[in-house]
């Protein structure tokens, strides 16, 4: 029988249905509140989101600052701007944001400049504050480029395959980047959530696998963890799953050489992204030259198997 774990960081007792625990961008499925804000975490929250969230949040910021500046411009009146042609409002305005532009990013072509007092005072701290932006954005893209991060490719389903002479559960995984990862550590961990009245309780088991490290990781590695009479989901079949709404939880630890540091990457499988009956097909072949070709493409590639008879005899010996 398999031995259940402690709470790894999860937290066992809930008041309601929860959805997967870890989201399939490899992130925790935790929204916090009541942690306020710092440039801390202003500055860890722009380095974490995804490339284009951020040049979105960029452009936005960009585009928002530039025009409050032109409407500051405006209510001071855009007379005041050599080389603006005053008129209606929307034209005034798009001179006016057009001058910020220049301004903000120090650029100034001559064509336009502030000529009263007002437009001097407000151009003089949208400068500043173009300046400023520029180096916080200078200091985050550093900060996006230089944190290394493995691109893990698993694959979008997990297998219940014929393993030996009993089944195995089984995922993928490949490197999508051209980096060398070396000494790989895989964790699975399967979580289980049993429905007492009004409460909902998770445990949690560890799932062996029948290689758990490997040194490098040039083509895919196939993880097998095989279900046996030591295994939580000897005996289980599909329908079992989801009404325990299982999910496998995968930790990937290894060393990135391009950068000497450690990474590590999170992903997970809920119950209907398992299939049952089926064997990965093989996602790389030597070509004529004899170089060995990984196509990312077929790591998720699968074939249907009858394994029936093996889940019948599973579900028996269980009993």
């Given amino acids: 029988m398999a031995k259940q774990l402690k709470d790894p960081g999860f937290g066992q007792s809930y008041k309601r249905p929860t959805r997967r625990l870890i989201n399939k961008d490899g992130s925790f499925n935790v929204v916090r509140k009541g942690s306020g804000w710092s440039f801390a975490n202003a500055y860890h929250f722009l380095v974490g989101l995804s490339w284009w969230r951020f040049l979105l949040i960029v452009l936005s910021t960009y585009l928002l600052l530039n025009s409050l500046f032109a409407l500051a411009y405006v209510a001071v009146g855009v007379e005041e701007i050599s080389g603006v042609q005053p008129g209606s409002f929307g034209k005034n305005f798009m001179q006016a944001f057009f001058f910020s532009v220049q301004t903000f990013t120090t650029v100034g072509y001559g064509a336009l400049s502030p000529t009263g007092w007002s437009t001097s005072l407000i151009a003089s701290l949208e400068a500043l504050t173009g300046l400023l932006g520029f180096a916080l954005s200078s200091g985050l893209l550093y900060g996006r480029f230089s944190k290394p991060r493995s691109r893990l490719l698993f694959s979008n389903k997990a297998i219940i395959a014929p393993y030996k002479d009993g089944i195995s559960l089984q995922f993928r995984i490949a490197n999508q980047h051209s980096n060398v990862l070396m000494e790989l550590e895989a964790t699975v961990l399967l979580a289980l959530t049993d429905h007492e009245e009004e409460d909902y309780r998770k445990r949690y088991f560890t799932l062996p696998l029948e290689i758990h490290r490997v040194q490098f990781l040039p083509l895919n590695w196939t993880l097998v963890h095989p279900i046996n009479e030591e295994s939580p989901l000897f005996g289980l079949t599909p329908r079992d799953c989801e009404l325990k709404e299982l999910e496998i939880l995968v930790q990937i630890k290894g060393f990135d050489d391009y950068f000497s540091q450690v990474v590590h990457t999170r992903f997970s499988y809920l119950y209907p992204e398992i299939i049952w009956g089926a064997k990965f097909e093989r996602p790389y072949m030597p070509n004529e030259q004899g ?29």
């Fill in 291 to 319: 170089d060995i070709v990984l196509d990312l493409d077929k790591i998720h590639d699968f074939k249907q198997v009858d394994i029936a008879q093996l889940l019948t005899e599973s579900v028996s010996h269980r009993g």
